[in-house]
């Protein structure tokens, strides 16, 4: 899953990022609301953590405009003004959902993984294809019963093939899905994940090269 940070405290912004990460998301962070819009304009995020009080543009009018242009991502508001009022106020103007500083960690990774299910087609919360089954909650994949231990990166590749359900996925969709805005588009680290992971899962190999195009599952 692809994840957009926005927050004006730095320190906070790059500890969530952090944490997130973590659980095998990508995770870009722009510190204003400009920022904000210009990633949003040139990627595709799954979930948008927003903060309401950003400088240069308000958190409530990039909220309005990326529901105005039918933004595909679910959006998260994370502010200190946690009130009744304020948390109506906030999904009034197209919030998904309302969380208030201070908050658990804990908590905010669950909203995230449920509004990120929510932003992509209904699937199960455990997805099971091939003989493997993989859990986001608990990042837990199993093949055949037998508990595969992967990397944050091999883990999310995996779960953006098991969640294209069949269809062919491009280096390029896996790079926008799994990495960050810092990745060199022309790396080949895309095919070096793919090599680890297909070792890590064992025969028979569940994951095919299409030729030109991509890789299905």
Aim: hydrophobic share 45%; aromatic share 4%.
């Amino acid at each position: 899953m692809r994840v957009l940070i926005v927050e004006d405290e730095r320190v906070l912004a790059d500890a969530i990022a952090t944490g997130l990460r973590r659980e095998a998301h990508a995770v870009d962070i722009a510190y204003d609301g400009a920022g904000a819009l210009e990633r949003t304009s040139v990627n595709e995020y799954d979930v948008v953590v927003l903060d309401r009080d950003l400088p240069r543009v308000h958190g409530d009018d990039v909220c309005r405009q990326l529901v105005g242009e039918r933004y595909p991502a679910r959006i998260l508001m994370l502010t200190a003004a946690g009130e009744l009022d304020d948390r109506v106020e906030g999904l009034s103007i197209g919030a998904d959902d309302y969380l208030a500083k201070p908050f658990a960690f804990a908590e905010l990774v669950a909203r995230v993984r449920a509004l990120g299910r929510r932003a992509a087609a209904p699937l199960p919360p455990v997805l099971e294809r091939a003989g493997i089954r993989l859990d986001p909650a608990r990042r837990e994949v199993r093949r055949d019963g037998r508990p595969i231990e992967l990397t944050r990166k091999e883990f999310a590749v995996l779960e953006v093939l098991m969640r294209a359900d069949g269809a062919v996925v491009s280096s390029e969709r896996l790079l926008e899905k799994a990495w960050d805005e810092h990745i060199d588009p022309f790396t080949n680290v895309v095919r070096v994940t793919m090599m680890t992971l297909r070792k890590k899962l064992g025969e028979p190999q569940p994951i095919e090269t299409v030729p030109g195009v991509g890789y299905r599952l």
